[in-house]
């Protein structure tokens, strides 16, 4: 089965370190995080890559150029300035019946054989990882005379669940494919039409977006913290 890794944007989030390297080469642990999620699917028997590449495609050519490390990658150039649906609709050639999105900067250790049985268990095109939200904020609780009974430091908000990548998709989405973000205008079409199930996963999951999820990064790598499947 592919996996399509969208790695083709400009990661103006991590600026200044993407001025020259794509957000997928930044590196953890001595090891650009784009490998850090080939390796997670490797784990679990999954070997077949399309990267989604534009911005510094370069630099994805260099790296992968000859490298052999049990892995089928190929490049698809998608544009430097296509929105993430884009590319996606752009490597539709290069994809099978049922094939996997992620995204280059998120690592996760879903169970991708129990996450593919509840695709198939559904009659939507689309599947995605869900995983409970982290407040950004220490939340207060308050009671009714506004004394502050307990500040709690970024607590996990069980009720709030956001898009972990680890997408599933049934390559008929693509005669519903509709719009140029992916998340925004192509997921808004497909669940007004009721085509979209989410997969809740409560294992790890983290995404590189600044200097301080780096650091984050490469404590969790220090102290033996990342899941098994993403040590190797």
């Known amino acids: 089965m592919n996996v399509v890794i969208l790695c083709g944007g400009k990661g103006v989030r991590a600026f200044p370190f993407t001025e020259y390297l794509p957000k997928p080469m930044l590196p ?6 784009i490998m850090h999620v080939i390796k997670s699917f490797l784990a679990q028997g999954f070997d077949e890559f399309v990267l989604a590449a534009g911005y510094r495609k370069d630099v994805l ?7 052999e490390f049990g892995a089928k990658v190929e490049i698809i150039d998608t544009g430097e300035e296509t929105d993430t649906g884009g590319r996606v609709l752009a490597c539709k050639e290069h994809v099978g019946d049922t094939f996997i999105v992620t995204y280059s900067d998120g690592l996760c250790d879903v169970p991708l054989e129990k996450l593919l049985e509840f695709h198939n268990s559904h009659d939507g095109l689309a599947t995605i990882t869900s995983v409970s939200m982290y407040s950004q904020y220490g939340v207060l609780d308050v009671n009714s005379k506004g004394r502050v009974t307990a500040l709690r430091e970024k607590p996990l908000l069980p009720e709030h669940w956001i898009n972990a990548g680890f997408i599933v998709f049934d390559k008929k989405v693509f005669d519903q494919w509709e719009g140029d973000n992916l998340e925004s205008e192509v997921f808004a079409h497909l669940i007004e039409k009721g085509l979209v199930y989410t997969y809740r996963h409560q294992g790890f999951f983290k995404s590189l977006d600044s200097y301080k999820d780096q650091r984050e990064f490469e404590e969790l790598v220090k102290d033996g913290s990342l899941p098994w499947a993403l040590k190797e």
């Not at 050519?61 to 490298?67: A, C, E, L, P, V």
């Open 28 to 33: 953890i642990a001595g090891r650009p995080i």
């Open 61 to 67: 050519y260099d790296y992968f150029d000859g490298k």
